[in-house]
């Protein structure tokens, strides 16, 4: 595929990625849009011009500030207006419209892209699980439910916000290393959670389960994700209901959705899974991504450090056991709801995808480049998550989230 329109080789938004976000263009009007390169294809202006036909039904709908009512129409219409796109910016040479439809992208600020029902955070990295099991309960790291089922809990949507969103350093309930009473403080032990979401494409009745080899049809799309964590607050406070007031304080996304249908080359198997999964959760094929991922930590008027290296491929549990599990019981997913994997770690200490397990718990202090010490952040600090897929010079890439922790 070649387009007229000039994109870096390096771009994470290449021809074959043409991700969907919402963007407002500096007049406080949010407008659909798809990344291609440096650029967004603004889709209202776009419907405004013929591309899909019906102009005035895709033009309000490109015109509302989020995209559920789009993605509910079906992977039908999506990957229509996605291929109409395509071919559009394919032509054999620069369209006449192409000045009213394409919009610089370092121009305009970026939305939250979708309204986001609710939010499910699993668990879903052997390596995060067994790691953060050392450290919580030595003597017991991966419970007897782990590899049977994909563990996951209920956060909060109202904190998801999207990329570049400032997170506040939270308060809360701290119970000091040795004492018995808590005290109330700001949190110091401010962390980020390299995870990867997705957004939910089609509703399954209450109910009505999704069968695992249908999982995948009820995917729209997937986004960087990054679990801010206060750790002291989550150890006060998790038993036994798990993880509350230590979480719910803000998630970021990052605004571009790839589809999942961007992500087929790129398409692996998950590690082999011992004991092998009851009926409802077997599934075959190539149900991971090979999407490399990094963590970037930036203090304050510094440069980035990365900490961090990993993969999408490390999950033990795929997406489409996650989605077949969270609804085996009837529960219904509506559009927009979100399911992030929980922290990506690999096997190797540098691909470890929180402070947490990079600082084992704080006992061993990471040096950034500036000489300054991290186990936790600081104030002032900004993280950068950053993910792409890439092979035989084909690159699909997520561009990054970013959140700076502020007092
Ligand atoms: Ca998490």
């Given amino acids: 595929m070649k387009t007229w329109l000039s994109v870096p080789a390096d771009s994470d938004f290449s021809i074959q990625n043409l991700p969907f976000g919402v963007f407002d263009a500096g007049n406080g009007q949010p407008r659909a849009g798809i990344a291609i390169g440096n650029h967004i294809v603004n889709l209202a202006a776009a419907a405004e011009s013929g591309l899909f036909g019906k102009r005035r039904f895709f033009k309000k709908l490109f015109e509302q500030p989020v995209l559920n009512d789009f993605i509910a129409l079906g992977k ?60 919580f309960r030595p003597d017991n790291p991966l419970l007897p439910n782990w590899r049977w089922l994909p563990v996951g809990y209920h956060g909060r949507s109202s904190s998801i916000v999207v990329d570049g969103t400032p997170i506040r350093r939270p308060h809360g309930q701290i119970l000091p290393k040795g004492e018995e009473i808590p005290v109330f403080s700001s949190s110091r032990q401010v962390d980020f959670e390299l995870e990867m979401a997705f957004v939910i494409g089609k509703e399954n009745p209450l109910g009505q389960p999704v069968p695992v080899e249908k999982a995948e049809e009820y995917i729209f799309g997937l986004v960087l994700f ?11 406070e998790y038993v036994p209901l798990g993880p509350f007031l230590g979480k719910n304080f803000g998630s970021s996304m990052s605004p571009w959705i790839v589809p999942l249908e961007a992500l087929k080359p790129f398409r692996v198997k998950g590690p082999k899974q011992n004991p092998a999964p009851m009926d409802y959760l077997r599934t075959t094929g190539a149900r991971n991504c090979d999407i490399e991922l990094e963590v970037a930590i930036q203090p304050e008027n510094g440069s ?76 002032g600090d900004s993280v950068v998550i950053r993910g792409w897929a890439n092979q035989d010079g084909l690159r699909v890439g997520f561009g990054a989230v970013r959140g700076k922790v502020e007092p």
């Avoid at 369209?95 to 394409?102: G, V």
């Avoid at 990054?226 to 006060?236: M, T, V």
């Avoid at 549990?317 to 599990?325: D, E, P, R, T, V």
């Avoid at 096997?347 to 990471?366: N, V």
């Fill in 304 to 379: 980035e450090t990365v900490v961090c290296r990993s993969n999408t491929r490390y999950l033990y549990w795929s997406m489409a056991q996650q989605l077949a599990h969270h609804t085996v019981n009837g529960c219904n997913l509506r559009v927009g709801d979100l399911l992030a994997s929980g922290t990506i770690s690999g096997p190797t200490p540098d691909s470890f995808g929180s402070l947490l397990e990079l600082s084992w718990g704080g006992q061993k202090p990471l040096t950034l480049r500036d000489g300054s010490i991290r186990t936790f952040l600081l104030d």
């Fill in 76 to 135: 039908p219409v999506t990957n229509r207006v996605r291929r109409k796109v395509q071919e559009w910016l394919c032509l054999p040479q620069t369209p006449e419209n192409a000045e009213a439809i394409l919009v610089e992208r370092g121009a305009v600020r970026m939305l939250l892209p979708v309204r986001i029902g609710d939010y499910t955070d699993f668990y879903s990295s052997i390596e995060h699980a067994t790691n953060v099991g050392k450290m």
């Fill in 226 to 236: 990054n679990d801010w964590s206060a750790r002291d607050i989550q150890r006060w």
